[in-house]
């Protein structure tokens, strides 16, 4: 076989990656705790054809900036090094929703690419193995690999930095309302935004407290206690935003509606309605609350002013292949 396709669901991290031990093989500083998105979707095929000279590759249709295909092509150099042959690849992605804006595109996109390049360069990797293949094309990729909530456990080298599954996707049935205040592309990606974060006094504080946070939000989301989870998702998401506030330069992600929205959030809880808010590097707010509350959730973001959509992820299963003319999930 030298072509495949795959289909992997973006992720949400509850308990956030931000910055790295090691950039290039993307090590984090700390471990994370996410939950895959059922709904949202990157579909990617992957075909290696000896008649290519240099790597093809379609986002949607189109041909991404250069930034996105040599990140891509250096990506495929390793599944190729693994594999151990040259040939180049045409790779044809798509994803059902926008794009760099705080819905993490990459981390679906490249768990999708991992499977799909993987399988049709004849490799057969366990999930561990393609955890960690998909690491390397961007971090949080290697937690929308296994199914349900997920844990990146951190570890020190290339071996023993992979993720988990901690509960199936059936486990808890949490839903992500995501509050869409910008579809405009980001200014600093992820990617640059981690290198950044060591120029802020607060990320070794942050980073020295994970373990507990990582614990606390592990517990309450094996017990399904949302008040537990709700109180250690948002301090999560607030000291990653204080230590990109507190980069050098500084990094703002946030717009005036983004607070709008965490805002009305934290008043709905306050009136007793289970939800809270997480926000990742990028605007749009991810609104967490279950799935018996999520119809009037989104009812409620729908009436904000500056909320130009919202989106609504389910528990997502794991990255697989798919059959290529259905295209069945
Ligand atoms: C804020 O995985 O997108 O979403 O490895 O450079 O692709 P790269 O970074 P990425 O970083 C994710 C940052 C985050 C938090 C998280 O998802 O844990």
Known sequence: MNQATALAHPNIA????????????????????????????????VEFDPGLKSDQLTIGGRVPPEIAVQRVNRFLDQVRHLAGFHTFAKVTSENNFPTGSGIASSA??????????STAAGLDLDQRELSRLARLGSGSACRSIPGGFVEWLPG???ESSYAISIAAHDHWDLHDCI?????????????????????????????????RRIDFCRNAILYRDFQAFAEIVE????????????????????QPATLDVMQCVIEWRAGGFPVC????????????????????????????????????????????????????K
């Open 179 to 211: 509050a869409v205040v910008s579809r405009e592309h980001k200014q600093t990606g992820s990617a640059a935004g981690h290198v950044l974060a060591a120029s802020s006094p607060l990320q070794k504080s942050r980073v020295t407290d994970t373990g």
């Open 277 to 328: 808010f997480t926000i990742d590097a990028g605007p749009n707010v991810h609104v967490i609350t279950t799935g018996d509350n999520s119809a009037a959730v989104m009812e409620k973001l729908n009436q904000i002013p500056g909320v130009l959509e919202v989106l609504l992820g389910q528990p997502g299963r794991e990255a697989r292949l798919i059959d290529q003319e259905t295209g069945g």
């Open 108 to 117: 679906s996109g490249f768990a999708a690419l991992s499977l799909a390049a």
């Open 235 to 254: 301090l999560d998401s607030n000291l990653m935003h204080a230590v990109m506030m507190t980069s050098q330069p500084q990094l703002y992600y946030w």
């Open 156 to 158: 020190g080298d290339d």
């Open 14 to 45: 509850f308990i956030k990656y931000w910055g790295d031990k090691d950039p290039d093989l993307r090590i984090p500083m700390n471990g994370s705790l996410s939950m895959n998105l059922d709904c949202l979707y990157s579909r990617t095929a």
